[in-house]
């Protein structure tokens, strides 16, 4: 009996490691080879986990903040500002530092040959109410075309709901949780490309 259950934890934690990316397109084996990549970060049409659109979170998000003078406008500011201050470098930062000798690395390069495309789809903010902690969350589409030829794609791959690994009990900055998740969506990617070294 005992090992049946051992059986059965294996079988379970081998199924939700499987289950980490849904390949769309060609495979990680054309990535072999490349050692760096130009990242470009794409949130049009993105889905807020509960809400029809994105606009219909920051319309509730902001309503709920118009009782105190600027709060809104700074919510909605963060909302943005956000990306390029904290997603898209810990992206960047995660990735690289999983390549300690420099073998593949990202960057904002539109010379380098090849282009990764990191596409959020769908974002789970998190919260945060002391006694119960729920960490961020977000899906991508992942893709890598030659960056002279976009038409040439290489893989399409989705990332679904990756978890955000910063999230501590005492931080109430969602901009720093949903980070994690980017964080861990850098991590997932650099696993399945260290598997073609």
Do not use: C
């Amino acid at each position: 009996m005992k090992t049946i259950n051992i059986f059965i934890v294996l079988l379970f934690f081998g199924t939700a490691n499987a289950q980490r990316y849904n390949l769309i397109t060609g495979d990680f084996s054309n990535l072999k080879g490349i050692s760096e990549y130009n990242v470009v970060f794409d949130y049009s049409g993105l889905a807020v986990q509960g809400y029809e659109s994105e606009a219909a979170y920051l319309k509730d998000k902001m309503d709920k903040r118009q009782e105190t003078e600027g709060a809104a406008e700074l919510f909605e500011r963060n909302w943005f500002q956000n990306r390029q201050d904290r997603y898209e470098p810990k992206f960047i930062e995660s990735f690289n530092k999983r390549f300690e000798k420099g073998e593949i690395k990202v960057g904002k390069n539109p010379a380098a040959k090849y282009t990764m495309t990191i596409k959020t789809t769908w974002i789970y903010p998190g919260y945060n109410a002391v006694a119960a902690v729920e960490p961020a969350k977000m899906s991508a589409l992942v893709t890598v075309t030659e960056t002279a030829n976009p038409t040439k794609q290489l893989i399409a791959v989705e990332f679904n709901k990756s978890v955000g690994i910063e999230h501590r009990m005492l931080e109430f900055d969602q901009g720093i949780w949903i980070a994690g998740a980017y964080e861990k969506l850098a991590k997932n990617i650099t696993i399945q490309l260290k598997r073609f070294l």
